[in-house]
C-alpha cells in the first residue's frame, strides 16, 4: 500500500492508523461549523458509508452546490494491476480558490479491505488542511503510531523486471429437464509497464455448449469458440506523442474465422499531457498494418483465405470535471484492397450536471458495418440465427439510452444505516 503525501509524513516514517483523526463528539456532523464536503467518485473501492463512518468530523451534503468541497476521485490501473486513486480538492464557496492534490497506489495483491483503508487515510489526512480554518480544528485529535523499527529501503532490485503476470479460469453448467448448457473461459496475460515503455500479451479462450430436447426424438446443439491471443508494444516519446505496435490473432466460430492474424505499427497524439489523463485526454490514434484470414467455411465472395492492407484512425476523448464526465469515441477503419469495405464504431457516454440535483445520462453506440466479406456463403440454420451462433448480414448496429435523474430533500447525508 502506498500513498503520496507531504513530504514530512514520508520522512517521519509515520503509519496513519484508520481512526487517525477522529472527533471528540461525534454529534458535530451535523454542526453549521463542519466542513461541507460533497463526494464526487465513480472510481474502484469508493464505499461511501465506509467513509462517513471513518470521517465524521464533515458534513458529507449529496450536492455540490452546498459544498463547500468538492472532493473528486479518478483512477486508472497500473502497469501492476493495482489502482492509482488521484484525489482532487476544490475549494467552493468560502474556499474558492483553493485546491490540492493527493495520489493513492494500490497493490493487485491487496484485499479490498486494504485498499478500502488506505483511500480512507488519504482522504482524512487531505480533508485537514481545510478543516483547520474552521472551529472545529480544535477538536480534532491527530494520532499517529510510531514504527519500532526503522523500516530499510527497499531494494531498488525487481527480481520480475517489472513484469505482472495474471492467469485466470472459470466455468459454469446449468440445465433443467429438457435443456442444458456449460461454458468454460480461461484467459492469462503479462504486463511490463514504465515511464518509457510498456508491453502486454493477452491470451483468452472460450467455450460454449448447448443443448435442447424439442421431443422424443429431436435434439437441437449447438457450440460456441472464441479464442484470441493480442500483443501491444509502446514507447513513450514525450508528453504527448507515443510510438508502438499491435498484433492479433484470434478463431471465432461466431464471425466464420477459422484462424485471424493481424498486426502493423501505430501513432498516437494525446492534445494535453499524459499525466493529466484522469481527468482530462484527447487522443488521435492512427494504425496501419495487415489481416489475413483463414474461414471455416467458403465466404460469400467464394473465398476460403485472404490478406488484404488496412488502416485506421481512432479518436478518443475523456473529461471528468466537477460538472460531470464525457467520454466518446470514434473509430474508422478501411481495407486498402477495396475502398468501400470499412467500419466505422462510434461511443459516447455522458453524464452532466444540469443544475442542483439533476443530471443527465447518456449512452450511445453506433456501428456503420460495409466490412462483411467474411460472412459464410451457406444459409444459417434457424438454430444458428436464434441462438445468434453466427453473424448475420447488417449495414449497421446501435445501441442508445437517456435519462435524468433528480434528487432532493435534506442535504446532509452522514447517517449510515445498513438495516435490513
Request: charged residues 25%.
Amino acid at each position: 500500500m502506498r500513498t503520496i503525501l507531504p513530504q514530512v509524513a514520508l520522512t517521519l516514517a509515520v503509519a496513519i492508523v484508520p481512526d487517525v483523526l477522529a472527533a471528540q463528539d461525534a454529534t458535530s456532523e451535523t454542526s453549521p461549523a463542519a466542513l461541507q464536503v460533497f463526494l464526487d467518485c465513480n472510481a474502484h473501492e469508493c464505499d461511501f458509508d465506509h467513509f462517513r463512518r471513518q470521517i465524521p468530523w464533515v458534513t458529507w451534503v449529496r450536492d455540490r452546490e452546498d459544498a463547500d468541497l468538492h472532493l473528486l476521485i479518478t483512477d486508472q490501473e497500473t502497469g501492476g494491476g493495482g489502482q492509482r486513486y488521484t484525489l482532487s480538492y476544490l475549494g467552493r464557496r468560502r474556499l474558492e480558490g483553493t485546491a490540492k492534490t493527493l495520489v493513492f497506489v494500490s497493490e493487485a495483491t491487496q484485499t479490498d479491505a486494504e485498499v478500502r483503508e488506505g483511500l480512507t487515510r488519504t482522504i482524512a489526512v487531505g480533508l485537514v488542511q481545510f478543516v483547520e480554518g474552521t472551529p472545529l480544528a480544535s477538536r480534532l485529535q491527530i494520532q499517529y503510531e510510531a514504527l519500532d523499527h526503522p523500516t530499510p529501503a527497499p531494494s531498488a532490485r525487481d527480481p520480475w523486471n517489472l513484469w505482472v503476470f495474471h492467469v485466470g479460469t472459470e466455468g459454469s453448467v446449468e440445465g433443467e429437464a429438457q435443456q442444458n448448457r456449460y461454458t468454460v473461459e480461461g484467459s492469462a496475460s503479462a504486463d511490463r509497464v514504465s515511464d518509457a515503455f510498456k508491453i502486454s500479451l493477452s491470451l483468452n479462450a472460450g467455450y460454449d455448449h448447448e443443448s435442447f430436447d424439442l421431443d422424443d426424438s429431436t435434439t437441437v446443439s449447438s457450440r460456441a469458440e472464441n479464442y484470441e491471443a493480442d500483443l501491444l508494444m509502446v514507447w513513450s516519446l514525450n508528453d504527448h506523442w507515443s510510438v508502438g505496435g499491435l498484433a492479433n490473432a484470434s478463431r471465432s466460430t461466431f464471425l466464420n474465422r477459422d484462424l485471424s492474424i493481424s498486426a502493423g505499427p501505430a501513432i498516437e497524439y494525446n492534445l494535453f499531457p499524459y499525466r493529466e489523463s484522469t481527468r482530462r485526454s484527447l487522443t488521435f490514434r492512427y494504425e496501419v498494418g495487415f489481416q489475413s484470414w483463414n474461414y471455416q467455411v467458403e465466404t460469400i465472395e467464394g473465398r476460403l483465405a485472404e490478406i488484404h492492407p488496412g488502416h485506421s484512425l481512432r479518436v478518443s476523448a475523456a473529461v471528468q470535471q466537477p460538472w460531470g464526465e464525457i467520454y466518446g469515441e470514434v473509430e474508422g477503419i478501411q481495407y486498402l484492397h477495396d475502398l468501400s469495405s470499412h467500419r466505422i464504431n462510434t461511443y459516447l457516454r455522458v453524464e452532466y450536471r444540469l443544475f442542483r440535483g439533476l443530471s443527465l445520462e447518456i449512452s450511445s453506440e453506433f456501428a456503420r458495418i460495409k466490412d462483411q466479406f467474411y460472412l459464410p456463403a451457406v444459409d444459417l440454420s434457424e438454430e444458428e440465427v436464434l441462438l445468434e451462433r453466427r453473424q448475420r448480414e447488417t449495414d449497421f448496429r446501435f445501441d442508445f439510452g437517456i435519462g435524468l435523474s433528480y434528487r432532493f430533500g435534506s442535504k446532509f447525508a452522514n447517517i449510515v444505516n445498513p438495516r435490513f
